[in-house]
Each structure stands twice: as C-alpha cells, then as structure tokens.
C-alpha cells in the first residue's frame, strides 16, 4: 500500500522510525554490553555451556534499560508530533466558541508537515477574523449610509400628514430622489456582493467597445457639458465577449466619479490594444485620489476627506462596483495619476483569439 502524503505519512514514518530504532537499540545495545561484561566476568558459562542465572539477570537488566531509553525517545519524539496538534485542536474549540484571536503555536519547526498545517489552519483563522470585522464594519457603513435617506423620507412625509409641506411636485421629486438613492445604494451592494461570491449573472457575448462608449458618452454628453466638462474620445475598433450592459455601467460609474470630485476641465476616454488586451482609460485633469486612499480605492465604503471627496459624496461603492464588474469578466482594473495629474483608472479586458 501507498504511503500517503502530509501530516499521516509524517506521523506513520517518525512511528516506524521509532519502532525500528528502539529494536535496534534494545538488540545491539544489549548483545554489545552483555558481550563485555560477559568477557570480563569471572563467570561465563557453566560445564553444559549454558548461560547461568546471574547471565541471565544481567541481560534482562540491560534489555530492560534498554527499553526504557527507547520510550522516552518515543515519548520526546511523539511530543514533538503531538504538542501543535494539541494546540490546533484547543484553537480549534475556541473558534467553534466565537473566539476568532485563536490561534495555534507551531512548536517544532523541523516536523515541517506539522508547521505547514498550524501555518494553514492560522492563515484560515486570521481570514476568518478579518470577514468577521469586514461584515462588522459593512453593517455600520450600510446603516449610516440608509439612515440619511430614511430620515429625509420620513421627516418629509411626516410633514406632508401634519400638512406642514403641500404634496406639490417638487415636494413629491424630492422624496423620489430619496428613493433613487436607496434604490441605487441596494442595487451596488447586490453588485459586489453577487460578484464576490462569484455569482453576478453576465450575458457575454461578442460587442464593439467603441460603439458601447460612443452610445454612454452620447447621452451623458450634456450632463457634463452642463457642469463645465469637455468629453475627449480616442477609440480604437476593438471587439471583446463581455456583458454589454455590465460594461456600461462600470464606464458610468468611472465618468460620473470624474464628473463628482474632478475639477471642471477635460475627461478624456481612451480605448487601445496591447498584447491582446483591450485597455480602457478615463482620465480626468485633478486632483486625483487622496495619497492615502491609493490603496485602498477599490474597497468598499472608502472615500477620502479632501478636495471635493466628502463624506456626503456618494456612498462610497462606485469604485468597488467597478471592480466587481471587471473581475466578474477576467479583466483587472487599476488606478495612477494621469499626465495632467488626475486620475487615471485603466480596465484591461480579454480580447477573443484571432
């Protein structure tokens, strides 16, 4: 039968070693020391050439020692082995008990097998940790992100029973407003949490990127005209497999950032091939992202605190949903600074082989 590989065949070797080991020490240690000390005793054997009594209590004392310095090296070496299993199953029943900080000692570094496995059960355990403090921190950013629009609602159709607001038209837009805002704060976490598990539906399918930009830009055109923008394209004739509107919502989601905290000037929108890729860039003239939100742009609810990235900006998910959209279709997305020293995010997608 075949040796398995890990931690079972590391435990079966080290035990047959240590049964091997032990018969060797007991035989040839004692025959070594029974022959000298039967050599040099005035007793050897009787007249029939047998051993004697006292021969035979002197080698059952040195079997004996024998076997007592075989357990103790079976008992040192099954420590060695049992000591970080001891540790992982103790953390193991903290962690089923609601205690994440737990974690495992290694011990004996030389019992690799062992070390790999408290290395790999501490890595699960610490990723447990950082999930729970994740969806910690995703409850209270959610709830601060609802509770504003819930209270203007509230406190507006309140006002409208107690008939301190007429229910006019620019009463009722307000409060639709409102309901857009939910409505669009549901519909980005449904996108990034569908597409961290793995399970954002996408229509793929053969399009042309250049006539998908044109087509967003078209109708997005004297919105930003409106608030001092200029729209630039440079577009290649490319085609991809992608989800056509996945992919419309991630440039809207790019172009309205830039239109939300850039200054007023140009927002240009490149499309290129590289090494079978097809590059999309959307630049904006400044002041780009805070130094210290670079890190962290695609995560969810970070936002910066300077240069028109308030707190009341958006809700925080544009970016990451970007993100979501691009991973959910193999492609990356990453920011730098642009020429202008604004901000450049670049989407790389998959060009179908020639």
């Known amino acids: 039968m075949m040796l398995r590989q890990g931690l079972s065949r590391q435990i079966l070797l080290a035990m047959s070693a240590v049964t091997v080991i032990a018969g060797l020490l007991v035989f040839f240690g004692t025959y070594l020391a029974f022959s000298i000390i039967f050599y040099f005793s005035p007793w050897n054997e009787d007249e029939n050439g047998l051993l004697t009594g006292t021969d035979f209590l002197v080698l059952s004392g040195l079997i004996f020692l024998a076997l007592i310095m075989a357990a103790i090296a079976s008992v040192r070496l099954a420590r060695r082995i049992l000591e970080p299993l001891e540790s992982l199953a103790q953390s193991a029943r903290r962690i089923k008990d609601g205690d994440l900080s737990a974690r495992a000692t290694p011990g004996d570094h030389s019992l690799g097998e062992t070390a790999h496995l408290v290395a790999d059960f501490n890595a699960m355990a610490q990723r447990l940790q950082d999930m729970a403090a994740d969806v910690t921190l995703w409850n209270a950013m959610i709830a601060h992100e609802l509770r504003t629009p819930l209270t203007i609602l509230k406190g507006r159709l309140q006002g409208i029973i107690d008939g301190v607001f007429e229910p006019d038209e620019c009463s009722l837009q307000s409060l639709i407003l409102q309901v857009d805002s939910?409505?669009?704060?549901?519909?980005?976490?449904?996108?990034?949490?569908?597409?961290?598990?793995?399970?954002?539906?996408?229509?793929?399918?053969?399009?042309?990127?250049?006539?998908?930009?044109?087509?967003?830009?078209?109708?997005?055109?004297?919105?930003?005209?409106?608030?001092?923008?200029?729209?630039?394209?440079?577009?290649?004739?490319?085609?991809?497999?992608?989800?056509?509107?996945?992919?419309?919502?991630?440039?809207?989601?790019?172009?309205?950032?830039?239109?939300?905290?850039?200054?007023?000037?140009?927002?240009?929108?490149?499309?290129?091939?590289?090494?079978?890729?097809?590059?999309?860039?959307?630049?904006?003239?400044?002041?780009?992202?805070?130094?210290?939100?670079?890190?962290?742009?695609?995560?969810?609810?970070?936002?910066?605190?300077?240069?028109?990235?308030?707190?009341?900006?958006?809700?925080?998910?544009?970016?990451?949903?970007?993100?979501?959209?691009?991973?959910?279709?193999?492609?990356?997305?990453?920011?730098?600074?642009?020429?202008?020293?604004?901000?450049?995010?670049?989407?790389?997608?998959?060009?179908?082989?020639?």
Request: glycine residues 8%; contains cysteine; proline residues 5%.
């Open 182 to 354: 939910l409505a669009r704060l549901v519909e980005d976490l449904r996108t990034v949490t569908l597409a961290d598990s793995g399970h954002l539906d996408l229509h793929i399918e053969p399009i042309r990127l250049q006539d998908e930009i044109q087509n967003l830009t078209h109708v997005m055109e004297p919105e930003l005209n409106a608030a001092g923008f200029q729209l630039t394209l440079d577009l290649d004739d490319i085609v991809v497999r992608a989800d056509a509107l996945r992919i419309r919502q991630a440039l809207l989601a790019l172009i309205t950032n830039a239109r939300r905290y850039a200054v007023r000037g140009t927002i240009e929108i490149t499309l290129s091939e590289e090494n079978q890729l097809a590059i999309i860039c959307v630049s904006d003239e400044g002041p780009g992202l805070p130094s210290d939100l670079e890190p962290w742009a695609f995560e969810p609810f970070k936002r910066g605190a300077h240069a028109g990235f308030s707190e009341a900006s958006g809700n925080g998910l544009g970016l990451s949903v970007v993100r979501a959209i691009v991973e959910a279709h193999g492609g990356t997305i990453k920011y730098r600074r642009s020429s202008k020293g604004g901000a450049t995010f670049e989407i790389s997608l998959r060009m179908p082989a020639p």
